[in-house]
């Protein structure tokens, strides 16, 4: 099992900036990749990040493609999504997730890939 904690959601002006944190616990951290996933009310969830356990290379939506960057630091078990240049449709609740050993590009991107997920972190964004 793998227990995923986000922190640092919160209210902020458009334009602003916020920093998600992602703490994992419980198995090898960089065995897993870690995915950031958003539902805004109404909506269904959606793929927002995603860095492989296997590389540096990240993936982001369109929608949030040079605006938000993932990181990851396998010493502190812990991934991160600094969010900048915020929107009021950025609003939603953030989750984390893991998926053991995924790398591929397309793969990564799909929520039915993750097995295990945070509680999810609000983000508002006011205009």
């Known amino acids: 099992q793998v227990q995923l904690v986000e922190s640092g959601g919160g209210l902020v002006q458009a334009g602003g900036s916020l920093r998600l944190s992602c703490a994992a616990s419980?198995?090898?951290?960089?065995?897993?990749?870690m995915g950031w996933f958003r539902q805004a009310p109404g909506k269904e969830r959606e793929f927002v990040s995603a860095?492989?356990?296997?590389?540096?290379?990240?993936y982001y939506a369109d929608s949030v493609k040079d605006r938000f960057t993932i990181s990851r630091d396998n010493a502190k078990n812990t991934v991160y999504l600094q969010l900048s240049s915020l929107k009021p449709e950025d609003t939603a609740v953030y989750y984390c997730?893991?998926?053991?050993?995924?790398?591929?590009?397309?793969?990564?991107?799909?929520?039915?890939?993750?097995?295990?997920w945070g509680q999810g972190t609000q983000v508002t964004v006011s205009s």
């Open positions: 997730a893991a998926a053991y050993r995924l790398s591929a590009a397309q793969a990564i991107m799909r929520s039915v890939q993750y097995a295990y």
């Open positions: 419980g198995r090898t951290f960089s065995n897993y990749a």
């Open positions: 860095i492989p356990w296997n590389n540096y290379n990240t």
